[in-house]
């Protein structure tokens, strides 16, 4: 991501070694904005997941080898549990 290569995806990933990045790159004023947009896309993706995409499709779109491997990354909030909760409660939706 910071070195501007895609990352390898598929069978590639297990094993790949990352690309050199100088460490002092860390300190360019750039690189907030360089890490905004993939950051953003990451987010949007998690955003989609709590839209009720299908557990297959997730590890699809985010480019991780397993629904499992996506777990340390997906940390619904305490908001979008209760709101996903409360949309799929069939007796939630009967008092309305």
Known sequence: ????????TGPARRGAKPPPFPVAAIDDPALPE?????????????????GG????????????ASVRSL???????VDSVARHVAERDPAARRHR
């Open 71 to 77: 777990e340390r990354y997906a940390r619904p909030g």
């Open 34 to 50: 360089l890490l905004s947009e993939p950051a953003a896309a990451r987010a949007e993706e998690m955003e989609d997941a709590e």
């Open 1 to 8: 991501m910071l070195t501007g290569e895609p990352a390898p």
């Open 53 to 64: 995409t299908s557990a297959p499709m997730l590890p699809a779109r985010s480019r991780h």
